[in-house]
């Protein structure tokens, strides 16, 4: 059985979506981004098993199903991964125990699966269950995730508790796309497959916790009680999880100032400023990377590398960073932000208006250039990104004529596509670094290069980059990213954590930003589980 990905175009759009409706909910709550990268000491004490701890999200879940579950945070208490990554970008086993591939062509990977898990609802885990949980995945009409499971042609099992995965290319993320951030990897029990409808109401996996029908309420409050079959129970530190949905900034400050909830998903910049000089703990993720795509680089001004280098001069990400953005976030001039696989270490880009004034008289514009600057409020709310961009650029003698696009996102994929807009801002994910250029600004049609554009020495370092080690990977990127940064087809602006706020008796927190896209708190490893302490 062959399953290949979705075309170029239709893997861009689904990352899109999913990429905006995280920033329209960062968006609701006041702050495009969020968050101080600095926290206070995590809790400290003696750990108290048991009780109950609280949790108050931004937005309710669309659905249960794990595989296309947003926000993926209300499927994590429930449905255990293959292979878990702690908020340093470490993996470590989970439903997997060991994992390799089994050539030097990054083509097919070995998952080895731990004996005597049993399933919440009873089931069996093996090496059967676990493939026809990934085909499901795979073959699920519509799914927005199906992309990060990465060019899957066939699953073998190999034995009752080792599976092959087949990719019909290099692909050498496959642990990662095991893992929870990604889906792929988050294992529905057989009975689970046997009834997809009641998977949107239901849980059916194999993590810490299962829902309680009887005590939630759809759209408002969920509750998990612990699961008796857990394989790992001293990484359990709760009987029950409840998440409640608090959507008001200002009423999930006050929930946690009350002592209503214990933790506060996504809390924007205010908030959290507020929130850690009341003595209350930061745990941030790493955020969004706050962009300006150059889109339109096959005609016009911007087919010239001289005028695209030009705005990139032109802009001072420093007070971008600060007067856009707020606090915690930081200037940046590269897709790969320090800490990433693929940082180069190259000095940042400083604004320098008489460079790039040269620049665009080199290219042939010595009165100046116009270009036209897209944007949609739910990135960008209020259009201060551009406003603020638009403002900056003008001192370089670069005019942006700003389109404003508001409501559906169509309203911004259509001249976006059209070939309408020359730049627009964006925010992307800071993801890994070979999914961000996979999915997000290589392929033709992908959201970051609506127009095809093509490169032949990215091209090739990209190749490489896929069929290269593990331990060749992080310089085989940097191959890939000095390319991309050198021909600024993306000319990044400041990236932007957002903030996890913790009540003070919460203990095992991160002490850095976190790496996963969405917190997870629920590790199997009992050093790095979440727990209150006293």
């Known amino acids: 059985m062959k399953m290949s990905q979705r075309s170029s175009i239709?893997?861009?759009?689904?990352?899109?979506?999913?990429?905006?409706?995280?920033?329209?909910?960062?968006?609701?709550?006041?702050?495009?981004?969020?968050?101080?990268?600095?926290?206070?000491?995590?809790?400290?004490?003696?750990?108290?098993?048991?009780?109950?701890?609280?949790?108050?999200?931004?937005?309710?879940?669309?659905?249960?199903?794990?595989?296309?579950?947003?926000?993926?945070?209300?499927?994590?208490?429930?449905?255990?991964?293959?292979?878990?990554?702690?908020?340093?970008?470490?993996?470590?086993?989970?439903?997997?125990?060991?994992?390799?591939?089994?050539?030097?062509?990054?083509?097919?990977?070995?998952?080895?699966?731990?004996?005597?898990?049993?399933?919440?609802?009873?089931?069996?885990?093996?090496?059967?269950?676990?493939?026809?949980?990934?085909?499901?995945?795979?073959?699920?009409?519509?799914?927005?995730?199906?992309?990060?499971?990465?060019?899957?042609?066939?699953?073998?099992?190999?034995?009752?508790?080792?599976?092959?995965?087949?990719?019909?290319?290099?692909?050498?993320?496959?642990?990662?796309?095991?893992?929870?951030?990604?889906?792929?990897?988050?294992?529905?029990?057989?009975?689970?497959?046997?009834?997809?409808?009641?998977?949107?109401?239901?849980?059916?996996?194999?993590?810490?916790?299962?829902?309680?029908?009887?005590?939630?309420?759809?759209?408002?409050?969920?509750?998990?009680?612990?699961?008796?079959?857990?394989?790992?129970?001293?990484?359990?530190?709760?009987?029950?999880?409840?998440?409640?949905?608090?959507?008001?900034?200002?009423?999930?400050?006050?929930?946690?100032?009350?002592?209503?909830?214990?933790?506060?998903?996504?809390?924007?910049?205010?908030?959290?400023?507020t929130a850690v000089a009341e003595g209350f703990q930061n745990a941030p993720t790493l955020g969004v990377l706050a962009n300006v795509m150059l889109v339109k680089r096959d005609s016009g001004p911007l087919a010239d590398e001289r005028v695209r280098e030009a705005i990139s001069l032109a802009l001072d990400r420093g007070s971008l960073a600060s007067a856009v953005f707020g606090e915690g976030s930081e200037a940046q001039s590269t897709i790969a932000i320090e800490g990433q696989l693929g940082n180069t270490g190259a000095d940042p880009v400083e604004q320098n208006i008489d460079e790039a004034k040269q620049l665009l008289a080199d290219a042939g514009y010595p009165d100046g250039v116009s270009i036209t600057l897209l944007s949609i409020d739910g990135i960008d709310p209020n259009f201060t990104i551009a406003t603020a961009v638009q403002s900056q650029l003008a001192e370089a003698g670069i005019t942006a004529e700003l389109t404003q696009a508001t409501g559906a996102f169509d309203n911004f994929i259509g001249p976006l596509y059209g070939g309408e807009a020359d730049a627009a801002i964006w925010q992307w994910s800071i993801i890994n670094t070979y999914y961000q250029f996979s999915t997000n600004l290589i392929p033709a049609g992908a959201l970051g290069n609506p127009l095809g554009g093509a490169d032949d020495e990215l091209s090739s370092a990209f190749e490489a980059a896929s069929s290269a080690s593990e331990d060749e990977l992080d310089a085989a990127l940097q191959a890939v990213v000095q390319r991309y940064d050198d021909m600024n087809w993306t000319v990044p602006v400041a990236s932007v954590p957002n903030g996890q706020l913790f009540a003070q008796n919460i203990g095992n927190l991160p002490t850095a930003p976190s790496v996963p896209q969405s917190l997870n708190i629920f590790s199997p490893d009992p050093d790095t589980s979440v727990e209150r302490v006293g």
């Open 10 to 273: 239709r893997r861009g759009l689904v990352t899109a979506v999913a990429t905006a409706a995280l920033a329209t909910v960062l968006a609701l709550s006041g702050c495009a981004g969020s968050a101080e990268p600095g926290s206070t000491d995590a809790g400290s004490g003696e750990a108290q098993i048991g009780g109950t701890l609280t949790i108050g999200q931004k937005q309710a879940v669309n659905t249960l199903d794990p595989a296309t579950s947003g926000p993926p945070t209300y499927v994590f208490p429930a449905y255990e991964p293959l292979i878990y990554q702690q908020p340093d970008g470490s993996l470590i086993p989970a439903l997997a125990t060991e994992w390799s591939y089994t050539d030097d062509t990054n083509t097919s990977f070995e998952v080895k699966i731990r004996e005597g898990v049993t399933f919440a609802d009873g089931g069996s885990l093996d090496a059967a269950a676990v493939k026809a949980s990934l085909e499901r995945f795979l073959s699920l009409e519509g799914n927005p995730n199906a992309t990060y499971a990465g060019p899957v042609e066939s699953i073998d099992v190999v034995d009752d508790y080792t599976i092959v995965i087949h990719y019909s290319t290099a692909f050498p993320v496959a642990a990662l796309s095991l893992s929870q951030d990604w889906r792929f990897g988050l294992i529905v029990s057989p009975d689970g497959l046997a009834d997809e409808e009641a998977l949107a109401t239901e849980t059916h996996g194999a993590g810490q916790y299962v829902l309680d029908s009887s005590a939630t309420v759809d759209g408002s409050s969920y509750t998990f009680d612990k699961n008796e079959n857990y394989w790992s129970p001293e990484a359990v530190k709760f009987d029950t999880i409840d998440m409640k949905v608090i959507s008001d900034t200002a009423a999930q400050l006050a929930a946690l100032e009350s002592g209503e909830i214990d933790y506060a998903n996504n809390a924007p910049a205010q908030t959290v400023t």
